[in-house]
């Protein structure tokens, strides 16, 4: 079977399910902003040369295909998308950010000023996470506001994920000796 199916060629995209809707529907948005998070974390774990964010990242990729399987429902499938076993973003995935944030923050890294990135590759790609991240919790606040979505728990988690994000990237500067310019060339 070929990846080029051509059934979106029209425009149109499948959701769980089989249903057929147009790929600038806000659900296909959201998941796409949740698969660009994805990648830009991806990018992030193969940049940074710290074990502890690393497992971090990956466990944070597979919560990320869950939610985008479920972000691929529409409400009146979601029975079936439970019964079938497909796994939901649940309160205990973000109480795992919330951990990770309070262990940052242990080490004396927190949330003092806005942060310049680039100060080291590895906090620059955390940062792009970061923003793809808050990019896509504005898709799926969007969804929120048609009263589509599905699982209250996904905006708490992407809002923490953002956090923790931020934080990942400070301590990973912190570590890897990167420091912000004070003064920009000219």
């Given at each position: 079977?070929?990846?080029?199916?051509?059934?979106?060629?029209?425009?149109?995209?499948?959701?769980?399910?089989?249903?057929?809707?147009?790929?600038?529907?806000?659900?296909?948005?959201?998941?796409?902003?949740?698969?660009?998070?994805?990648?830009?974390?991806?990018?992030?774990?193969?940049?940074?040369?710290?074990?502890?964010v690393t497992d971090h990242l990956?466990?944070?990729?597979?919560?990320?295909?869950?939610?985008?399987?479920?972000?691929?429902?529409?409400?009146?499938d979601l029975p079936r998308y439970?019964?079938?076993?497909?796994?939901?973003?649940?309160?205990?995935?973000?109480?795992?950010?919330?951990?990770?944030?309070?262990?940052?923050e242990a080490q004396n890294v927190?949330?003092?000023?806005?942060?310049?990135?680039?100060?080291?590759?590895?906090?620059?790609?955390?940062?792009?996470?970061?923003?793809?991240?808050?990019?896509?919790?504005?898709?799926?606040?969007?969804?929120?506001?048609?009263?589509?979505?599905?699982?209250?728990?996904?905006?708490?988690?992407?809002?923490?994920?953002?956090?923790?994000?931020?934080?990942?990237?400070?301590?990973?500067?912190?570590?890897?000796?990167?420091?912000?310019?004070?003064?920009?060339?000219?």
């Amino acid at each position: 079977m070929s990846i080029a199916t051509k059934t979106g060629d029209a425009g149109t995209t499948a959701l769980m399910y089989g249903h057929r809707v147009s790929k600038c529907h806000p659900r296909v948005q959201a998941c796409g902003a949740v698969d660009e998070l994805n990648a830009a974390i991806g990018l992030a774990r193969a940049t940074v040369a710290h074990r502890f964010v690393t497992d971090h990242l990956y466990a944070t990729q597979k919560e990320l295909v869950a939610l985008m399987g479920e972000l691929a429902t529409l409400p009146d499938d979601l029975p079936r998308y439970v019964k079938d076993g497909f796994p939901m973003l649940t309160s205990e995935m973000t109480r795992r950010l919330d951990a990770i944030v309070k262990e940052i923050e242990a080490q004396n890294v927190s949330f003092k000023d806005w942060a310049t990135p680039g100060a080291t590759h590895g906090s620059a790609a955390l940062d792009v996470a970061r923003t793809t991240c808050r990019r896509a919790e504005r898709s799926v606040c969007a969804l929120q506001d048609e009263a589509q979505l599905n699982n209250a728990e996904i905006l708490v988690y992407l809002n923490r994920l953002s956090d923790a994000l931020w934080l990942m990237a400070r301590w990973v500067e912190a570590r890897d000796g990167g420091k912000a310019p004070e003064t920009a060339l000219v």
